[in-house]
């Protein structure tokens, strides 16, 4: 699956004309999660469908979840920008941006350098950069661009192999752990606990994919994630807010108004 989605990026960045940057507030994604007010940090993902699991939200409005998730108290926003699999659009997140006061990142496949131009001018604070889309120096050099204008990026691992080829080219400030597996799309919480003793200490830890209780957030809190990424199991709840509760419980902190 990587590979074809990685096929059609290579056409879609030859047709690349990038947005006219419009200067907006910048929050930051690492700060955010470092200072929530749980004990585990939430980027809640907006995310209308998925190749695994087709359309997720029917009547998808973006702006409408992000909101609620700022007001169920995420820490930060995760919005698909890819088109052709995820029925993504990049002005999704720059519309939210200008309604809300969180970090907001770009999750997309980022594999050059004038995606990152283009991540910055639609006006996000973060970027998702995937560990195997490209070589581990390229990777890097993407990395440092993007903090070089001022973006912040959290790097993706899907296996032990790839987070230990990453270290051994850097230590990124903040790390994610998928706990899905691109062939098969199966999710599974031993990811994070399989990985979890190689992160170091100076990282910030990020459990994604494949949560969908209270249960799953202990899970992953206890082997130190301080933070998750949630996308589904909120986009199918009764409202966003809603879905925040059910993960957090007595920990949920509504945003105050
Ligand atoms: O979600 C998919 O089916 C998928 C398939 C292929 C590549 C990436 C994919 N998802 C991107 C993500 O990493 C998730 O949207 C994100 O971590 C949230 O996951 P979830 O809570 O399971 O929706």
């Known amino acids: 699956m990587l590979e074809k ?11 690349l004309i990038l947005p006219e940057y419009v200067e907006v507030p910048q929050f930051s994604l690492y700060k955010a ?3 929530s007010n749980r004990s585990t940090g939430l980027i809640a993902e907006v995310k209308k469908a998925s190749p695994s699991k087709g359309i997720i939200c029917e009547n998808f409005n973006p702006v409408e979840v992000a ?24 002005d999704y997140l720059s519309t939210i941006k200008k309604e809300i006061a969180l970090p907001v990142m770009r999750k997309d496949f980022i594999i050059h350098k004038k995606q990152v131009d283009e991540t910055r001018n639609m006006g996000a604070d973060a970027m998702l950069l995937i560990v195997g889309t490209v070589p581990i120096k390229e990777l890097k050099a993407l990395y440092d661009y993007a903090y070089s204008l001022g973006l912040e990026c959290l790097v993706e691992v899907h296996a032990k192999e790839e987070l230990v ?7 990124p400030e903040i790390i994610g752990v998928n706990n899905r597996n691109l062939k098969t799309f199966e999710t599974s919480l031993t990811q994070t606990e399989e990985m979890a003793t190689l992160i170091p200490d100076g ?3 990020v459990s994604e994919s494949g949560i969908h209780t209270s249960a799953d957030i202990e899970r992953v ?26 993960l957090f419980g007595g920990e949920s902190v509504a945003a105050s108004s």
């Open 5 to 15: 989605i990685l096929v059609t990026k290579r056409e879609e960045i030859e047709q």
């Open 221 to 246: 809190k206890n082997v130190g994630a301080a933070g998750v990424l949630v996308g589904e199991s909120l986009m199918r709840a009764e409202s966003p807010e809603k879905g925040i509760h059910a």
């Open 165 to 171: 080829e990453l270290l051994s080219c850097f230590a």
């Open 33 to 35: 999660l470092s200072n």
């Open 203 to 205: 990282s910030l830890f």
């Open 67 to 90: 909101k609620g998730y700022e007001k169920g108290g995420a820490d930060a926003i995760s919005v698909l920008t890819d088109v052709t699999y995820f029925k993504g659009h990049r």
